[in-house]
Nanobody, 117 residues
Framework: QVQLQESGPGLVKPSQTLSLTCSVS??????????YMWIRQPPGKGLEWVGY???????HYSPSLKSRASISRDTSKNQFTLQLSSVTPEDTAVYYC?????????WGQGTQVTVSS
């Protein structure tokens, strides 16, 4: 069974860079036909996709976040990372890492990130 676990700071100051890591167990992040995605949910709002990485390393980002988001991976650790620069309080959300093939399949438990001075 594939499990995903997010980690990172719960509090980030405005204008700083948010960095989150997703540790994956149960399968390699390079397995064919799967993608790994970051999704967030701001308080009182719906789910919003941030970006995703394909098994071969290609990345795609939400148009609204493309200028600030970057997804990378460490295949030796079976982890992938989200960096979101120049954060504002509007980036406050629960961030989830997700594995999918077509539709999302496996979700991490989510991690709360608050942007505040």
């Amino acid at each position: 069974q594939v499990q995903l676990q997010e980690s990172g700071p719960g509090l980030v100051k405005p204008s700083q860079t948010l960095s989150l890591t997703c540790s994956v167990s149960g399968d390699s992040i390079t397995t064919d036909n799967y993608y790994y995605m970051w999704i967030r949910q701001p308080p009182g709002k719906g789910l919003e996709w941030v970006g995703y990485m394909l098994n071969r390393g290609g990345t795609h980002y939400s148009p609204s976040l493309k200028s600030r988001a970057s997804i990378s991976r460490d295949t030796s650790k079976n982890q992938f990372t989200l960096q979101l620069s120049s954060v504002t309080p509007e980036d406050t959300a629960v961030y989830y890492c997700v594995r999918g093939s077509g539709s999302p399949i496996d979700w991490g438990q989510g991690t709360q990130v608050t942007v505040s001075s």
